[in-house]
């Protein structure tokens, strides 16, 4: 987002854009800036969230998962489970 901005200041400086269109796209990259800015902290949130469960629930649901008929534990579902308890 930073290059977007310095290139839209260069073309401003150059001569390019109108003022207007400078601070029209410049408010856009602001908007879309702190858009994503929300998103990255919504999902390091969902992370740190994650981490913190319990390995009990996370056993809990592995279980969950083979009695509902996925059968018995095999090399892929271990795999899944690694991963979703944090482990690789």
């Known amino acids: ?24 796209k410049m408010k856009d990259y602001d908007q879309r800036e702190s858009f994503l800015d929300e998103k990255i902290k919504e999902a390091e949130l969902k992370i740190n969230q994650r981490e913190k469960t319990p390995l009990i629930i996370k056993v809990k649901f592995f279980c969950d998962l083979m009695k509902k008929g996925l059968g018995g534990p095999t090399k892929n579902k271990t795999a899944v489970f690694k991963v979703y308890c944090g482990k690789r």
């Open 1 to 24: 987002m930073v290059q977007k901005k310095d290139r839209l200041v260069e073309f401003y400086t150059e001569g390019f854009i109108s003022k207007e269109q400078f601070l029209k």
